[in-house]
């Protein structure tokens, strides 16, 4: 295991809480060879159009036929809970831009899984802070800058950094 992982590991273990049976758990997921920890991608679509990112589908018509269905992410979310997977990340391009986040959310939670989206958060509004909330979901929102001159030269759309903004503030 790289250094660098293994630090992330720790710092992300220690912002969930970590403790003793975290700490078996994980050492346990090492000797048993499970993914403690998994991502699923669930559209290349996105609002943004980042200088920097690897998504060269963005922005296609096609994009969202290469998408997998809801059945199938439920199939491999139960798979994961069957390998005892703890923590699962739903990111893409953008994943509020599927309309059936919030059916792969509650079925994640239902299974026990501890959640995390990862999201520009240009969509975020109190509703869907609100759900988030009730569903007991984390959420990470990417800041590809300080200001908003940085921002939007980045993310190449006008108003993103002050609706991101107001996402944080949520």
Known sequence: Q????YAFNFYYMKDIGYNSKMRELHNYSNVARFPLYAMIDLTYRCNFR??????RLMGRHSCQSRELSTKDIFHIIDQLVEMGTYNLGFTGGEPLLRKDLLTLLLYAR??????TIFTNGFFINS???DVFK????YVDISMHGATKEI???ITQV????????QSIGL
């Open 110 to 115: 239902k299974k026990g899984l501890r959640v």
């Open 151 to 153: 921002f939007e030269k």
């Open 134 to 137: 009730s569903l007991g979901i």
């Open 158 to 165: 006008k108003g993103a950094y002050k609706r991101v903004m």
């Open 50 to 55: 980042c200088v920097h990112c690897y998504n």
């Open 127 to 129: 509703h869907i802070c």
């Open 2 to 5: 790289s250094t660098l992982l």
